[in-house]
């Protein structure tokens, strides 16, 4: 098992800027990729960012440009730092781990962190 927290969301006034951690901890597992999702009031789950083993990243076209993921492997933790936020940004962020454990490869989620960001 693999267990995920986060932190660092809030509230924030547009064009401001936040930096979210998420910590992964457990036994015996190895991480593959980590990630950020968010899901807002009414919406689907959405991706913001995904970094690879080799830190390759992906970004979702709406935040492309003010999000920059990162990770450091040492400390099992992923970071999204995010800049120039938008109202439409407010959601409920998730941290997304895919880790190998034994033979299985199966995703983790994190409890969700809260970010609002004022008008």
């Known amino acids: 098992q693999v267990q995920l927290v986060e932190s660092g969301g809030g509230l924030v006034q547009a064009g401001g800027s936040l930096r979210l951690s998420c910590v992964a901890s457990?036994?015996?597992?190895?991480?593959?990729?980590m990630g950020w999702y968010r899901q807002a009031p009414g919406k689907q789950r959405e991706l913001v960012a995904i970094i690879g083993s080799g830190s390759s990243t992906t970004y979702a076209k709406s935040v492309k440009g003010r999000v920059t993921i990162s990770r450091d492997n040492a400390k099992n933790t992923v970071y999204l730092q995010m800049i120039s936020l938008k109202p439409e940004d407010t959601a409920v962020y998730y941290c997304?781990?895919?880790?190998?454990?034994?033979?299985?490869?199966?995703?983790?989620w994190g409890q969700g962190t809260q970010v609002t960001v004022s008008s």
């Open positions: 997304n781990v895919v880790a190998k454990i034994g033979f299985a490869v199966l995703p983790y």
């Open positions: 457990g036994s015996a597992f190895s991480i593959n990729s």
